[in-house]
């Protein structure tokens, strides 16, 4: 008998194959997944938010679009946030008196507390370095003393504070001082304070001023030089634990009923997003303060999770409509954007099938003579039932109005016009005296004729 010299099988024999044989089925079922959809290509990133801020409010100011909120409408106490209002105000009353000197007093000062710049009774410095010492140091006498330059008096500058409030539609808003210091009757909401924070971004003024690292204070006849960082650490922050090189303003502080506030604009890859945050936690000396850990977390975040995306492309087809009062029945242009339009949206979102496209028409509808760039139109877009974005419509080729069409189409509007239908009237009033005179010549002369008329046919008839 002839001995079997072929080798024996081994279950262990080559192991790598097997490996590599189950490897490249489970990549194949995925591959297949994530084509036909039942496996998402891209998980949208959950916004970094932690308990140790109560408030928070992130909001694309291009688009008003916001990208998170947490209790953005619960009242709370708007701690230094107040100062938003208060240099906006100072800002567009003192202007044009930067260079302005001025002597503070007793009575600008009084009650004053909180941070302070210790300014003295009969001190004279600019109304500039006021305007810095109040927006950029935060400082609470500078404040007052701003209020009575801008409005006469502390109390009538808080008048004209919750009038503006009003005005911009902060319903929830309610100002006792300018300073923030806490004050059980004062009260706010993150989403008013977006709306007083939008309008104080539209401020040169203030932007500059909030957003400067540091000031100095000259020397006065009664203090040395005084030099002070912005009171926002992501402004000024030299340890680098809080600072953001992208933000811009706005403000920075806390009361212990308020707890922390920081409010700023981030402007990055072309958008600008305001950030809010208020109640924030307090900690230690030499912890990290949670609202400014936060509001980078967040800041840092939608620069991930949004971008500007390329909706239309400027020359782009959008739709194809009919051409009126050209002669020719098939006549129709092509309707395309005059420039790029882009929109702050998700990152991962799918621009052809989640947005919806609605083409409004001027006048309802194309009728020649129509120029070819001529706006004839508009597209919105919209998002999740809102519209998020909106540009020009113009067609690509020149359309000549027909010229019979065109004289028909006047005739047709002058008798439908206004002048026309004044004409009935006027054309019956000259009538009647008309046929009064021709009909019957004062009653008697075509009377008569029509008589003598029939008499000669009835005499020709019968003799």
């Known amino acids: 008998m002839t001995a079997d010299t072929r080798p024996a099988r081994s279950g262990s024999c080559r192991p790598w194959r097997r490996t590599l044989f189950f490897f490249l089925c489970l990549m ?11 496996l998402p290509a891209h998980a949208t990133e959950a916004p970094p938010v932690s308990a140790d801020v109560g408030v928070v409010l992130l909001l694309n100011l291009e688009n008003n679009l916001t990208l998170y909120e947490k209790e953005a409408d619960t009242n709370v106490y708007p701690s230094s946030s107040v100062k938003i209002m ?3 105000l100072a800002c567009r009353s003192l202007s044009d008196r930067q260079d302005e000197v001025v002597t503070v007093s007793a009575a600008m000062v009084a009650g004053v507390s909180g941070r302070s710049m210790h300014l003295a009774d009969g001190e004279k410095l600019t109304v500039r370095d006021l305007l810095y010492a109040a927006i950029c140091g935060g400082y609470n006498d500078a404040a007052c003393v701003l209020a009575c330059l801008s409005s006469g008096s502390v109390a009538a500058f808080v008048e004209d504070m919750n009038e503006e409030a009003l005005r911009l539609g902060t319903l929830h808003t309610r100002y006792t001082n300018p300073t923030g210091l806490h004050d059980p009757a004062m009260c706010t909401t993150a989403r008013d304070i977006a709306i007083i924070a939008r309008e104080a971004y539209a401020n040169d003024l203030y932007m500059k001023i909030s957003s400067s690292r540091t000031y100095t204070v000259p020397a006065t006849n009664v203090s040395d030089e005084r030099l002070f960082s912005n009171r926002n650490a992501l402004i000024s922050d030299s340890s680098q634990n809080y600072y953001n090189g992208y933000c811009k303003g706005m403000n920075a502080g806390m009361t212990d009923e308020g ?3 920081v409010v700023t604009v981030c402007e990055r890859g072309g958008a600008s997003n ?5 109640r924030g936690l307090d900690v230690a000396s030499g912890e990290l303060i949670p609202a400014y850990v936060q509001t980078n977390r967040l800041l840092s975040w939608a620069n991930r999770a949004y971008a500007y995306r390329t909706v239309l492309a400027a020359g782009e087809t959008l739709d194809t409509v009919r051409v009126g009062m050209t002669g020719v029945s098939k006549s129709k ?6 420039e790029d339009l882009m929109i702050y949206l998700p990152a991962d979102l799918d621009v052809e099938g989640q947005l919806e496209f609605n083409t409004i028409l001027d006048g309802g509808e194309l009728t020649a003579p129509i120029t070819a760039g001529q706006a004839v139109g508009t597209v919105t877009v919209s998002h999740g039932g809102r519209i998020v974005g909106k540009a020009s419509l113009t067609v690509t080729e020149d359309f000549k109005r027909s010229g019979f069409l065109d004289a028909l189409s006047s005739f ?3 008798l439908t016009g206004r002048a026309f239908l004044l004409t009935i009237p006027i054309f019956a009033v000259l009538l009647l005296p008309y046929l009064y005179a021709t009909g019957s010549s004062g009653g008697r002369y075509g009377l008569r004729t029509v008589r003598r008329r029939r008499r000669i046919r009835y005499t020709k008839r019968h003799f």
């Open 28 to 38: 194949l079922i995925l591959s297949v997944l994530l084509g036909i959809g039942i």
């Open 86 to 88: 208060t240099g906006l």
């Open 259 to 261: 707890g922390w506030c």
């Open 274 to 278: 305001l950030c809010i945050i208020l």
């Open 333 to 338: 242009a092509d309707l395309v954007p005059a």
């Open 412 to 414: 047709r509007t002058y």
